[in-house]
């Protein structure tokens, strides 16, 4: 297909080579960009280690994102479209199918080079030759991780036994018209890395994933690429895996989008509806319960304006009563101003005697002004006099210490002869250290120093050997501990799978949560039963002959198969007090990881008393007389149980009065059986129950029902499971005998090491010790040296001191300086005394002046003081006035402090109203006065309720508001997610059912050839698109009913078929460039094997399929070959024989089709 596909075809995706992006453009670039949309989806596989490819996600990522998401125009209907039209070049290989393979030293081969046909590859090669390493060398050349094959997850198991590194070289057919797509790999066996090559040039494993993803190449997509060791995991995946692997593989490119889409938007729709009902009853209580507060809220209302007018009534009585005491504080103002006027016009009679009074006080000042001054310069002489004094102590006092220091000459001096002798000493000793003799000790230090780095050396590379080796060493024991935990899982699940009893007890408790709560806690508490308590018939009963299953299973109710059976009537009545206790949720046993809810505990508990008589009781008729009707025995003949477990059978289902066999309904004479006492009998097709009529001729009225498959006695051993299993387990335990030896050689060359190291180690510390006790001999001497050089100088110092002659003359002259210098403080000490003096002279002369002045002032105040009576009593007229306004002020302005105060506390709607009602005439105080206390009595009177119902209202008429929002904002936003889930529906269903439809009829027709039954078909689940998924059904017989596909239903040859004939029915509607299945007829008998392998053959031989490999061990004879197919034969192992030889022909295919021709007269075809 060249660069753009017609509108009803798929484009196929691809990735430009470098000489491509030039080229090819997109013609649609063009167009306008709010008509469509493009989903893009970047990975980011990391380039500098592009050998970690444990982490499949990426390439499940880089596998989706190749699924082109085509540009939908808005609004446009969904195409039903999935078939590709492959771009096929002339030589007939399809853009991304393999050309070429080449691998050196990788798994089975040395070296291998060959070419793989365009349409179908058989390979062909007898077990153990290398048929799944070309499948293995395909998708690890192709940069997919390990794990896809199902083997070994480390790199290094491909590369083959002795060899350090392998490559694969894979070549991939270009585009019509390029070149091809040469993909090289090199592994390292030691630390997993590799190397990549594309066309010949270095890249990385991030480029090779990008070209691999734009050939459209899915090898971990079990639908296209199906190593051997996966074929089982096929059967086994959910049907939602299966859903989303074929989307991959087949069909609208787009459907894995609109599947992830629908998923995320619909649990998003779940989580928003969820919250809208929540939320609309949360809406819904808010407003009863803000419809039940509104009367109390108004008769709160009420109150409240009853009491705001109360308060503001108050405080308009309060501005009357100021208004009142302002009048008053006017009038006794006025009065004040005329006393006041009166007493002034007696103080100007009485002014000359006022003005002789003022000249007396002022003469006063002046005298004590001057008293003042005098003693103020006698305290300052007084001052100078006593620091005159300090002075003259200071020097008497030098002298003083020059005289103590005289006296202590003598003792300094015999100090200094003591500590001179005493150098002297510490010199000798000194010097007698250092002309001891004195070996090379810094060069042995240096040799030493040497010789320890070497030790330390040789030290280090040997830790250096013994951490590699330890490190190798605990990679081993890493190993084996993988392989034994590998082992004991093994060893686990063949025991399971070998142990009937065990898949039955995990059925049973898969069945029902009650049995499982009960198994453990009989676990748990057995011990403290009376008796044994068995477990259900489901459980405990064994039918060995399978064809008598669902007869004994028919006879039996699923009560009756789920009850537990007592022994004692005492532990019957402790179990039946278990009912109806919780049990916790858990995890399926057989459920693929999935989980059951929690529930209430519902047994069935039945006690039996096991005697003779109730384990074996008496049939209706001897076992010869039953063979002689035709019947094989009774049902209990062919049961396995406990006796406790066959009593209660018999006692409840009747097992030994029902008669059992294998031929048909119509060989049977019902009339001898009711004859003979049986009233139950089960043929091979059927069931049969006679009742008897309690009235008239007591005639029998039989009721039979068909045959339905068994569900509980119809397990066996899985012999191919368990066979798979003790071949994994025996190729664990080789291969952990292989690596024995090799671990315990390398603890061997630990130990060795190890001992090395401690023995240079101990010629270290040796050397060490050698090396501190030079340096001990260094250090000695050094410090003799430096204590005599120290002592030296200290002596020097002392003998240069003066003598005590020398000092005693200085210091007699220090004495007469001193002396000296006394001499001017004290004639100036004696000239500040005279000055003293003269100042207390003239302080005693102004004291008595200021006493005259003094008494002069007193006798004129007296006089002046000695007022008439009638200024006396208008001085007090005056002063009562004075004091009452006085009074009456501070009351005034008090009460106008308090009241602006107060109103300034109101709230705003209080102060306005009371500013509104004093701005006019207001009526007396008293008045308003009375008119306050009917207010107040007024609210006395009326019912009290609580001011909380008004703000519990408030807060419930936001919290109403907030919620109407939220449910408004959460119907729109479910409205919208609602329509767009539609519109994504509308796209995805009609395409998902048209690709199922699609494959359905392939696969039934495919199965209807092999003479059986098969169907394809979508399982959805209403609401739950993540549950959605697809159901392969199957029935290998006539008589059988459709079962889905499982891991366990069907045996290993029907899953086997089953999952071959699903992959060829994708494989006309597949996107990738080739597939690959490999031992996929493992199982399968001749018949289907043939029918598969001609079908195989016709769909992927048709002109416009695909590539595909089947890699198979054997061939059945007379299958049909298709020119187009092309038969690919290993010959690969250690002694492989000459193919020259004449009588053999080994190894030469044509030789040997030739003389098969020739023997038999047929022709391949």
């Given at each position: 297909m060249a660069g753009e596909a017609s509108s009803s075809r798929l484009k196929r995706p691809m990735v430009l080579d470098s000489e491509d992006e030039e080229d090819d453009e997109d013609p649609r670039s063009s167009a306008s960009p709010n008509k469509r949309r493009q989903v893009r989806k970047s990975v980011n596989v990391d380039d500098d280690e592009d050998d970690v490819e444990d982490d499949e996600d990426d390439l499940i990522a880089l596998a989706e994102d190749n699924q082109v998401e085509d540009e939908v125009e808005e609004g446009a209907e969904p195409e039903t479209r999935f078939r590709p039209e492959y771009e096929r070049g002339d030589d007939g290989y399809v853009a991304g199918s393999i050309t070429r393979i080449k691998v050196t030293n990788f798994m089975t081969y040395d070296h291998v080079e060959f070419s793989p046909g365009p349409h179908l590859n058989m390979i062909l090669g007898p077990n153990g030759?290398?048929?799944?390493?070309?499948?293995?060398?395909?998708?690890?050349?192709?940069?997919?991780?390990?794990?896809?094959?199902?083997?070994?997850?480390?790199?290094?198991?491909?590369?083959?036994?002795?060899?350090?590194?392998?490559?694969?070289?894979?070549?991939?057919?270009?585009?019509?018209?390029?070149?091809?797509?040469?993909?090289?790999?090199?592994?390292?066996?030691?630390?997993?890395?590799?190397?990549?090559?594309?066309?010949?040039?270095?890249?990385?494993?991030?480029?090779?994933?990008?070209?691999?993803?734009?050939?459209?190449?899915?090898?971990?997509?079990?639908?296209?690429?199906?190593?051997?060791?996966?074929?089982?995991?096929?059967?086994?995946?959910?049907?939602?895996?299966?859903?989303?692997?074929?989307?991959?593989?087949?069909?609208?490119?787009?459907?894995?989008?609109?599947?992830?889409?629908?998923?995320?938007?619909?649990?998003?729709?779940?989580?928003?509806?969820?919250?809208?009902?929540?939320?609309?009853?949360?809406?819904?209580?808010?407003?009863?319960?803000?419809?039940?507060?509104?009367?109390?809220?108004?008769?709160?209302?009420?109150?409240?304006?009853?009491?705001?007018?109360?308060?503001?009534?108050?405080?308009?009585?309060?501005?009357?009563?100021?208004?009142?005491?302002?009048?008053?504080?006017?009038?006794?103002?006025?009065?004040?101003?005329?006393?006041?006027?009166?007493?002034?016009?007696?103080?100007?009679?009485?002014?000359?005697?006022?003005?002789?009074?003022?000249?007396?006080?002022?003469?006063?000042?002046?005298?004590?002004?001057?008293?003042?001054?005098?003693?103020?310069?006698?305290?300052?002489?007084?001052?100078?006099?006593?620091?005159?004094?300090?002075?003259?102590?200071e020097a008497a006092s030098k002298g003083r210490d020059v005289d103590t220091e005289l006296g202590q000459l003598r003792l300094r001096m015999e100090r200094k002869e003591n500590e001179k002798a005493s150098m002297r000493a510490r010199i000798q000793d000194a010097q007698a250290v250092m002309n001891e003799p004195r070996e090379e000790i810094d060069a042995e230090l240096r040799a030493k120093?040497?010789?320890?780095?070497?030790?330390?050396?040789?030290?280090?590379?040997?830790?250096?050997?013994?951490?590699?080796?330890?490190?190798?060493?605990?990679?081993?024991?890493?190993?084996?501990?993988?392989?034994?935990?590998?082992?004991?899982?093994?060893?686990?699940?063949?025991?399971?799978?070998?142990?009937?009893?065990?898949q039955k007890e995990n059925a049973a408790r898969d069945f029902d949560g009650s049995i499982n709560f009960m198994l453990d806690w009989l676990v748990k508490e057995a011990h403290t039963l009376d008796a044994p308590v068995h477990k259900p018939p489901m459980i405990s009963v064994s039918v060995p002959n399978q064809a008598y299953a669902w007869q004994v299973e028919a006879i039996t109710t699923v009560a009756q198969r789920k009850t537990f059976i007592c022994t004692s009537r005492s532990d019957y009545d402790r179990l039946i007090k278990l009912n109806g206790t919780m049990y916790p949720p858990r995890m399926l046993k057989n459920g693929n990881g999935r989980r059951a809810e929690g529930g209430k505990v519902a047994l069935h508990l039945a006690y039996v008393d096991v005697t003779d008589a109730t384990v074996n009781p008496q049939p209706p008729c001897a076992r010869e007389i039953l063979a002689g009707l035709g019947f094989d025995g009774y049902a209990v003949d062919f049961v396995e149980a406990d006796p406790a477990v066959i009593a209660f059978l018999c006692s409840n289902s009747k097992l030994h009065a029902t008669a059992v066999t294998q031929r048909s309904s119509r060989d049977i004479n019902s009339a001898a059986l009711l004859q003979n006492g049986i009233r139950t009998w089960v043929t091979r097709d059927d069931i049969t129950r006679a009742t008897q009529s309690n009235y008239g001729r007591k005639e029998f009225v039989e009721r039979t029902?068909?045959?339905?498959?068994?569900?509980?006695?119809?397990?066996?051993?899985?012999?191919?499971?368990?066979?798979?299993?003790?071949?994994?387990?025996?190729?664990?335990?080789?291969?952990?005998?292989?690596?024995?030896?090799?671990?315990?050689?390398?603890?061997?060359?630990?130990?060795?090491?190890?001992?090395?190291?401690?023995?240079?180690?101990?010629?270290?510390?040796?050397?060490?010790?050698?090396?501190?006790?030079?340096?001990?001999?260094?250090?000695?001497?050094?410090?003799?040296?430096?204590?005599?050089?120290?002592?030296?100088?200290?002596?020097?110092?002392?003998?240069?001191?003066?003598?005590?002659?020398?000092?005693?003359?200085?210091?007699?002259?220090?004495?007469?300086?001193?002396?000296?210098?006394?001499l001017g403080p004290m004639e100036a000490y004696l000239a500040a005394c005279d000055d003293v003096l003269n100042d207390c002279a003239a302080l005693v002369s102004a004291g008595f002046g200021a006493l005259q002045a003094s008494a002069n002032h007193t006798a004129v105040s007296q006089r002046f003081n000695a007022g008439d009576e009638e200024f006396?009593?208008?001085?007090?007229?005056?002063?009562?006035?004075?004091?009452?306004?006085?009074?009456?002020?501070?009351?005034?302005?008090?009460?106008?402090?308090?009241?602006?105060?107060?109103?300034?506390?109101?709230?705003?709607?209080?102060?306005?109203?009371?500013?509104?009602?004093?701005?006019?005439?207001?009526?007396?105080?008293?008045?308003?006065?009375?008119?306050?206390?009917?207010?107040?009595?007024?609210?006395?009177?009326?019912?009290?309720?609580?001011?909380?119902?008004?703000?519990?209202?408030?807060?419930?008429?936001?919290?109403?508001?907030?919620?109407?929002?939220?449910?408004?904002?959460?119907?729109?936003?479910?409205?919208?997610?609602?329509?767009?889930?539609?519109?994504?529906?509308?796209?995805?269903?009609?395409?998902?059912?048209?690709?199922?439809?699609?494959?359905?009829?392939?696969?039934?027709?495919?199965?209807?050839?092999?003479?059986?039954?098969?169907?394809?078909?979508?399982?959805?689940?209403?609401?739950?698109?993540?549950?959605?998924?697809?159901?392969?059904?199957?029935?290998?017989?006539?008589?059988?009913?459709?079962?889905?596909?499982?891991?366990?239903?069907?045996?290993?040859?029907?899953?086997?078929?089953?999952?071959?004939?699903?992959?060829?029915?994708?494989?006309?509607?597949s996107r990738t460039p080739f597939s690959l299945v490999d031992e996929i007829n493992q199982g399968m008998d001749q018949r289907a094997e043939r029918a598969v392998h001609n079908q195989l053959v016709e769909v992927t031989c048709e002109s416009d399929a695909g590539q595909y490999f089947l890699i198979t061990p054997k061939l059945l004879t007379g299958l049909t070959y298709h020119p187009k197919m092309k038969v690919l034969i290993i010959n690969n192992g250690t002694h492989l024989p000459d193919s020259r030889e004449i009588s053999q022909r080994y190894g030469n295919l044509k030789a040997c089709i030739k003389r098969y021709q020739q023997n038999h007269s047929v022709r391949a075809h």
């Open positions: 030759t290398g048929k799944s390493s070309i499948a293995a060398a395909i998708a690890i050349g192709l940069g997919f991780p390990p794990k896809v094959m199902g083997r070994a997850k480390e790199l290094r198991a491909y590369v083959k036994q002795g060899c350090d590194e392998a490559t694969v070289e894979i070549e991939l057919k270009g585009r019509r018209g390029k070149r091809n797509t040469v993909i090289w790999r090199k592994i390292n066996r030691e630390d997993e890395k590799s190397d990549w090559k594309l066309n010949g040039e270095n890249t990385t494993r991030r480029d090779v994933l990008e070209r691999v993803k734009g050939s459209g190449i899915q090898a971990n997509n079990l639908c296209s690429f199906l190593p051997q060791d996966k074929v089982a995991e096929f059967a086994k995946m959910a049907p939602v895996t299966v859903l989303k692997e074929t989307m991959r593989a087949a069909g609208d490119p787009r459907l894995s989008k609109w599947h992830e889409l629908l998923v995320e938007k619909g649990a998003k729709s779940k989580e928003i509806d969820a919250a809208l009902e929540t939320h609309t009853a949360v809406r819904d209580r808010l407003q009863t319960q803000v419809d039940s507060l509104v009367p109390d809220v108004e008769h709160v209302q009420e109150r409240e304006a009853r009491e705001h007018e109360a308060e503001v009534l108050e405080y308009v009585v309060r501005w009357a009563e100021h208004r009142d005491l302002k009048k008053i504080t006017t009038d006794l103002a006025k009065e004040r101003e005329a006393a006041k006027k009166t007493l002034e016009k007696l103080q100007a009679k009485r002014r000359p005697l006022r003005d002789l009074n003022e000249y007396w006080d002022a003469k006063q000042g002046k005298a004590d002004t001057k008293l003042r001054t005098v003693e103020e310069r006698y305290k300052d002489g007084m001052k100078h006099v006593r620091k005159l004094n300090t002075r003259c102590e120093g040497r010789e320890k780095s070497d030790l330390q050396a040789k030290s280090r590379h040997k830790r250096q050997e013994i951490d590699e080796a330890g490190e190798e060493y605990e990679d081993n024991n890493r190993m084996f501990r993988d392989l034994n935990r590998e082992l004991e899982e093994l060893t686990q699940r063949q025991r399971v799978l070998g142990n009937v009893e065990i029902e068909a045959k339905t498959n068994a569900k509980a006695f119809n397990l066996v051993v899985d012999h191919d499971a368990v066979k798979k299993t003790v071949e994994e387990i025996a190729k664990k335990k080789k291969t952990k005998l292989d690596r024995e030896a090799p671990h315990s050689a390398l603890k061997d060359k630990m130990d060795k090491l190890t001992e090395q190291r401690r023995a240079i180690e101990k010629e270290v510390n040796e050397v060490d010790n050698q090396m501190n006790e030079l340096k001990m001999k260094a250090k000695r001497y050094n410090k003799a040296q430096l204590d005599m050089e120290n002592c030296k100088d200290r002596l020097r110092r002392l003998e240069n001191e003066p003598s005590a002659e020398v000092q005693r003359d200085k210091l007699k002259k220090e004495k007469l300086k001193f002396a000296k210098a006394r006396e009593r208008q001085q007090a007229v005056f002063a009562d006035a004075q004091e009452r306004y006085a009074q009456a002020k501070v009351q005034s302005n008090e009460s106008w402090t308090r009241l602006t105060s107060d109103i300034g506390d109101l709230g705003r709607s209080v102060r306005n109203d009371v500013s509104e009602r004093v701005k006019g005439d207001l009526p007396p105080s008293g008045d308003l006065r009375d008119q306050l206390q009917t207010l107040r009595a007024q609210l006395e009177m009326g019912v009290n309720i609580s001011a909380n119902v008004v703000t519990r209202w408030e807060k419930l008429s936001k919290e109403l508001d907030s919620a109407k929002k939220q449910v408004e904002e959460e119907e729109r936003d479910s409205t919208a997610l609602k329509r767009e889930i539609k519109k994504t529906l509308d796209q995805f269903d009609p395409a998902l059912e048209t690709l199922a439809k699609a494959v359905s009829a392939k696969f039934a027709a495919a199965f209807q050839r092999v003479k059986c039954t098969g169907e394809v078909r979508i399982r959805r689940v209403e609401g739950d698109f993540a549950s959605w998924g697809i159901e392969i059904l199957v029935s290998y017989r006539d008589e059988d009913s459709l079962a889905i596909l499982t891991g366990s239903h069907q045996s290993g040859g029907e899953r086997s078929l089953a999952t071959v004939t699903y992959l060829m029915s994708l494989s006309e509607m």
